[in-house]
T-cell receptor, first 112, second 112 residues
Framework: GQSLEQPSEVTAVEGAIVQINCTYQ??????LSWYQQHDGGAPTFLSY????GLEETGRFSSFLSRSDSYGYLLLQELQMKDSASYFC?????????????FGSGTRLQVQP | SQTIHQWPATLVQPVGSPLSLECTVE??????LYWYRQAAGRGLQLLFY??????ISSEVPQNLSASRPQDRQFILSSKKLLLSDSGFYLC???????????FGNGTRLTVT
């Protein structure tokens, strides 16, 4: 099986930079994904890392270190609309799973 | 473009009543389909996934079942709801392979 750990809550101010960490345990590895979910809404895909390093998409970046079983999501120039929950997720390659296992989510509160 | 429809958006059902939630996808063929459940303030729990018509994999033994009568239709059912079945039910699809999940808007189910 697999498990993911991420902080339950993070608070930051508008314009700042925030990093949301995720550590995972899985037998085999297909990459680390990140999803955003606003209150009452559906999760939406943000980014995916299959290999070590940094992937940048606008104000959001995601990093992966497979040797450390660790990744993070970096949000820059925070805006109020970034207040949401952020989930990391993995697929388990060795068991042939075709579905994602999600972490419990990190609730980000952006303050003015 | 691809779209996913999930209904109803909100549902209140008494304990012991049956359940049927429907999800349809448009604009793609042979998608992988998923049902997730999310308790308030929690992560997403995988319930079922399907890689083809009539092919259902169950992740959590419980009183729920799923069916895929057509390529782009996924149905979640229960014969008798329990209080613990309350939650936010999300349908999702993905292209087969290591690709992002695309979620529907969800159904908020309250069992009373």
């Amino acid at each position: 099986g697999q498990s993911l750990e991420q902080p339950s809550e993070v608070t930051a101010v508008e314009g700042a930079i925030v990093q949301i960490n995720c550590t995972y345990q899985t037998s085999g590895f297909y990459g680390l994904s990140w999803y955003q979910q606003h209150d009452g809404g559906a999760p939406t895909f943000l980014s995916y890392n299959a290999l070590d390093g940094l992937e940048e998409t606008g104000r959001f970046s995601s990093f992966l270190s497979r040797s450390d079983s660790y990744g993070y999501l970096l949000l820059q120039e925070l805006q109020m609309k970034d207040s949401a929950s952020y989930f990391c997720a993995v697929r388990d390659k060795n068991t042939g799973r075709r579905a994602l296992t999600f972490g419990s989510g990190t609730r980000l509160q952006v303050q003015p | 473009s691809q779209t996913i429809h999930q209904w109803p958006a909100t549902l209140v059902q008494p304990v012991g009543s049956p359940l049927s939630l429907e999800c349809t996808v448009e604009g793609t063929s042979n998608p992988n389909l998923y049902w997730y459940r999310q308790a308030a303030g929690r992560g997403l729990q995988l319930l079922f996934y399907s890689v083809g018509i009539g092919q259902i994999s169950s992740e959590v033994p419980q009183n729920l079942s799923a069916s895929r009568p057509q390529d782009r239709q996924f149905i979640l059912s229960s014969k008798k709801l329990l209080l613990s079945d309350s939650g936010f039910y999300l349908c999702a699809w993905s292209v087969p392979g290591n690709s992002p999940l695309h979620f529907g808007n969800g159904t908020r189910l309250t069992v009373t």
